[in-house]
């Protein structure tokens, strides 16, 4: 099997639960590598530090699998673990039928994303080795979980592009269905597999849900970067007078008035397709005010080369939303972008509440992803979400 040689400082890195070995870590290789191939890792001295995926095209060079040398990369491993995650999700966390079900390497399942929403399963593979075992997963999945009736390949995006895969949207495993309807507390969503990601974004649950103790009657609310109208709904429904919900996609729009007439709140969100910039520079322009701002954007860092530009733009839309928010307003702002931490993220809304010429105050403790997209402590790769809800005041 061939050999992975990586230089100390990743050596100490996989000792400590990491399960990535980037390029740049690598020392030498010694064999041939064809992406998904399995091999091997090793220190400088000969230590055996676990086997994986490799792929020589990509900036992740080895995604670890195993530390154990004994084990089989075999399809009843991946079997084994996924029950093991989905047992995790149902018993410890007590999901019902709608949760990410594997969450890549927090799941020991590198390079494979699984959520349900109820009877359909929404796969995602952005590993070549990973790949190779398609099949195998889909129907571990439905073997599983016999309430899952629809496996669909949801394989599109950059990092199937960064592995030299193809992109590939389809029913995989099942019957022939694209959409279902999902419950979050009060909240009815329509989840269309052909929509963005794995169809819905499961990892705003916990902040969408505690947005509505903050909404009060009469309030009036802006949610930009809206997709399908997530926080927009809960703010209707926890009785906002007025919601204003912006997205730049016509097609997520259309879903979102779905949701909206689907929760009875439609005369009470008014959806706006267009630039989430030009848009708020127009409210801005009209001197609009709101109670509350949510800012939830894509996200802008996609690699660390791109920190510098990414955090710019995330502190020009949070100065906009700064400026759109009443003296004594909320600002939800939230960041999904893996490559900006949480200071990084509070420095850069720090620097715009000064330019804003406004006070923050900390309403509820850092916010992160949902639980069933769980933070393995000793990979940092694995923590990506960070929410803010801050009380916002004029500096007088």
Same mark, same amino acid.
């Given at each position: 099997?061939?050999?992975?040689?990586?230089?100390?400082?990743?050596?100490?890195?996989?000792?400590?639960?990491?399960?990535?070995?980037?390029?740049?870590?690598?020392?030498?290789?010694?064999?041939?590598?064809?992406?998904?191939?399995?091999?091997?890792?090793?220190?400088?001295?000969?230590?055996?530090?676990?086997?994986?995926?490799?792929?020589?095209?990509?900036?992740?060079?080895?995604?670890?699998?195993?530390?154990?040398?004994?084990?089989?990369?075999?399809?009843?491993?991946?079997?084994?673990?996924?029950?093991?995650?989905?047992?995790?999700?149902?018993?410890?966390?007590?999901?019902?039928?709608?949760?990410?079900?594997?969450?890549?390497?927090?799941?020991?399942?590198?390079?494979?994303?699984?959520?349900?929403?109820?009877?359909?399963?929404?796969?995602?593979?952005?590993?070549?080795?990973?790949?190779?075992?398609?099949?195998?997963?889909?129907?571990?999945?439905?073997?599983?979980?016999?309430?899952?009736?629809?496996?669909?390949?949801?394989?599109?995006?950059?990092?199937?592009?960064?592995?030299?895969?193809?992109?590939?949207?389809?029913?995989?495993?099942?019957?022939?269905?694209?959409?279902?309807?999902?419950?979050?507390?009060?909240?009815?969503?329509?989840?269309?597999?052909?929509?963005?990601?794995?169809?819905?974004?499961?990892?705003?649950?916990?902040?969408?849900?505690?947005?509505?103790?903050?909404?009060?009657?009469?309030?009036?609310?802006?949610?930009?970067?809206?997709?399908?109208?997530?926080?927009?709904?809960?703010?209707?429904?926890?009785?906002?007078?007025?919601?204003?919900?912006?997205?730049?996609?016509?097609?997520?729009?259309?879903?979102?008035?779905?949701?909206?007439?689907?929760? #009875?709140?439609?005369?009470? /969100?008014?959806?706006?397709?267009?630039? *989430? +910039?030009?848009?708020? @520079? &127009?409210?801005? !322009?009209? #001197?609009?005010?709101?109670? /509350?701002?949510?800012?939830?954007?894509? *996200? +802008?860092?996609?690699? @660390? &080369?791109?920190? !510098?530009? #990414?955090?710019?733009?995330?502190?020009?839309?949070?100065?906009?939303?700064?400026?759109?928010?009443?003296?004594?307003?909320?600002?939800?702002?939230?960041?999904?972008?893996?490559?900006?931490?949480?200071?990084?993220?509070?420095?850069?809304?720090?620097?715009?509440?000064?330019?804003?010429?406004?006070?923050?105050?900390?309403?509820?403790?850092?916010?992160?992803?949902?639980?069933?997209?769980?933070?393995?402590?000793?990979?940092?790769?694995?923590?990506?979400?960070?929410?803010?809800?801050?009380?916002?005041?004029?500096?007088?």
């Amino acid at each position: 099997m061939t050999k992975v040689i990586v230089d100390a400082q990743a050596a100490r890195a996989i000792g400590k639960g990491a399960m990535i070995v980037f390029k740049k870590g690598v020392v030498r290789v010694e064999g041939e590598i064809r992406p998904g191939d399995i091999v091997e890792v090793y220190t400088r001295g000969g230590k055996f530090l676990g086997k994986g995926f490799a792929n020589p095209n990509s900036n992740i060079m080895v995604r670890i699998v195993t530390k154990d040398k004994d084990v089989e990369i075999n399809k009843e491993l991946f079997r084994e673990r996924i029950r093991k995650a989905n047992e995790y999700r149902k018993k410890v966390l007590r999901y019902g039928n709608v949760y990410r079900m594997v969450y890549g390497e927090a799941d020991y399942l590198p390079g494979l994303i699984v959520d349900r929403f109820n009877d359909i399963a929404s796969l995602q593979i952005s590993s070549a080795g990973m790949e190779r075992f398609k099949m195998d997963v889909a129907e571990a999945i439905m073997e599983i979980e016999p309430g899952i009736e629809t496996v669909f390949e949801k394989n599109t995006g950059r990092s199937r592009r960064r592995e030299g895969l193809p992109e590939i949207e389809r029913v995989l495993l099942g019957k022939e269905k694209y959409r279902t309807v999902i419950e979050e507390g009060r909240a009815k969503f329509i989840v269309d597999m052909r929509g963005q990601k794995t169809g819905f974004f499961l990892d705003q649950r916990e902040n969408r849900l505690a947005l509505e103790k903050w909404v009060r009657p009469g309030d009036r609310i802006l949610d930009v970067f809206t997709y399908t109208g997530g926080f927009a709904i809960h703010a209707a429904i926890a009785g906002a007078d007025e919601v204003i919900a912006i997205d730049k996609s016509p097609r997520a729009i259309e879903t979102a008035k779905e949701n909206a007439k689907l929760n #009875g709140v439609e005369d009470r /969100i008014k959806f706006i397709v267009g630039s *989430a +910039f030009e848009e708020m @520079e &127009k409210l801005m !322009k009209r #001197g609009e005010k709101f109670d /509350i701002v949510i800012l939830d954007p894509p *996200a +802008f860092v996609q690699h @660390e &080369k791109d920190l !510098k530009a #990414g955090l710019r733009a995330y502190f020009n839309v949070n100065f906009a939303g700064l400026n759109l928010v009443k003296d004594g307003g909320i600002l939800v702002t939230c960041s999904c972008s893996q490559h900006v931490d949480l200071q990084a993220f509070k420095d850069m809304i720090i620097a715009a509440a000064a330019k804003a010429g406004k006070f923050l105050k900390m309403l509820e403790p850092y916010r992160t992803q949902a639980p069933d997209h769980p933070i393995l402590m000793a990979s940092k790769d694995t923590e990506y979400l960070k929410c803010l809800f801050l009380y916002v005041e004029d500096m007088r």
